[in-house]
């Protein structure tokens, strides 16, 4: 039994605890209810499907929009032209009667993308849309290697020499009544050198169908995906950078603009030292940990991610035969040769960014193009994006997308940039429980 002294003070703390508690929820609620800005800036083309053939006009309406209605006496700047290529740059343009009309057309397979600043006091409003011409047609620039797989079966075959020598442990405040989540790691390409990720498995006794989740870009920590393992699916989230994904956040930020920044760029010149290397053959040993548990049912194993994510769900769909499917949203490093010719590639734009490349630059990176591993699939795959995507542009998306001859299906949300509709997210995650025979 506590004495008086003990239990004041624990309810001394517990006040305290309270007190900071809604504290805390009145800021959180704070912070949930800014939402968007006051003033829009609303570039719209003239076709509801933003399509259009090669050669065909399109008409973009601008307007800039406060409490739903135009705003007078606006002027805006905007360029006009090829994604990241605009030819037509004008500033300090007015709004006649709160409405500017320009038009633009493209001679080739491609997306015209108009995008309009708006500066009302000392604040900058920006909007932009982009019109698909015959995006069917769009056909990458990147040279497929004559090697390409034969180099990748033989890397995959020496790095599955190192044991995986996998471990597990159990996170039990993760945890929930239907699903236990684990913590986990293997060995990849080299002893000590390691993934991580978060497990999360059906408690039922029974085998199951696995979802590997594969990464965006960055450093963070990850949490699981326990909602997908409660309908009755094995699910691995994977982090690719070799670290534990249970630390402070504060960890993944010092590492982010430190070690890690940029690491996209590293020895990107060296064929087996280019970071995306380990990368890929940390998500096929992946592969490798799920098909080693007793409870995976060895019938449906499907990956999916978004932009880096989405990139490297097609890489592993491609070079490993025990994926049966994938679903891929905005993929990322799709066709980097296109800047060469003047055309958006795909994140993170290494040639367009960082300089032309040197001959054994340009070698190197066909190794590590979606577009060249899209050639290879042989599953059915689920692929989604938008027109107003700056990161990944669509025309990069396009050009791995219509190299893939195995059976496929794509849903654009046209309006979105890089970023997620409910109904997209929606439908990507009951595609992926059809195919694992979930739903």
């Not at 309270?18 to 959180?28: D, E, M, Q, R, T």
């Not at 309009?116 to 769009?138: F, K, M, N, W």
């Not at 009755?232 to 989230?237: S, V």
């Amino acid at each position: 039994m506590m004495d008086f002294a003990f239990d004041k003070n624990y309810s001394f703390a517990m006040k305290k605890v309270f007190l900071f508690g809604v504290y805390l929820c009145f800021a959180l609620s704070v912070i949930a209810q800014i939402r968007g800005s006051e003033i829009r800036v609303l570039v719209s083309p003239d076709r509801l499907d933003w399509k259009y053939n090669v050669n065909e006009e399109c008409l973009f309406s601008i307007q800039v929009l406060k409490a739903q209605n135009p705003l007078p006496n606006v002027t805006v700047d905007y360029e006009i032209g090829p994604e990241m290529y605009p030819v037509d740059i004008k500033k300090g343009v007015a709004l006649k009667d709160g409405k500017l009309m320009l038009k633009g057309k493209m001679k080739v397979p491609g997306f015209l993308r108009c995008k309009v600043t708006a500066h009302i006091g000392d604040r900058t409003y920006q909007g932009l849309a982009t019109a698909a011409y015959s995006p069917e047609q769009i056909q990458p620039v990147s040279e497929f290697p004559s090697d390409f797989l034969d180099f990748w079966m033989k890397e995959i075959t020496e790095a599955r020499k190192i044991p995986l020598l996998p471990l597990m442990t159990l996170l039990p405040e993760r945890c929930t009544e239907m699903v236990n989540v684990y913590q986990v790691s293997f060995q990849i390409d080299r002893s000590g050198s390691r993934f991580y990720g978060i497990l999360c498995m059906p408690k039922k006794d029974g085998t199951y169908p696995a979802l590997l989740r594969v990464p965006g870009a960055g450093v963070r920590p990850y949490s699981g995906d326990t909602y997908t393992a409660s309908q009755g699916a094995i699910t691995l989230e994977v982090g690719i950078h070799g670290i534990p994904v249970t630390l402070d956040q504060s960890v993944y930020d010092a590492l982010a603009n430190g070690a890690l920044n940029s690491y996209w760029t590293y020895c990107r010149n060296d064929l087996k030292s280019f970071y995306y290397h380990r990368v890929i053959l940390g998500a096929l040993r992946a592969v490798d940990f799920i098909d080693s548990l007793p409870q995976y049912n060895k019938k449906a194993l499907a990956v999916a991610g978004s932009s880096q994510g989405g990139a490297l769900s097609i890489i592993t769909a491609a070079l490993d035969s025990r994926v049966t499917c994938l679903a891929a949203v905005h993929p990322a490093l799709c066709d980097h040769e296109a800047s060469l010719k003047k055309r958006a590639c795909g994140w993170p734009h290494y040639f367009y960014y960082y300089g032309a490349p040197d001959a054994k630059e340009l070698k190197v990176i066909r190794y590590y193009d979606t577009v060249n591993f899209a050639r290879c699939l042989r599953v059915p795959g689920w692929f989604s994006w938008g027109y107003n995507d700056e990161v990944c542009p669509p025309t990069s998306m396009y050009a791995a997308y219509n190299v893939i001859t195995s059976p496929k299906e794509l849903h654009p949300y046209i309006e979105t940039g890089h970023y997620w509709y409910q109904e997209q997210w929606d439908e990507w995650e009951n595609w992926l429980l059809r195919m694992l025979a979930i739903k």
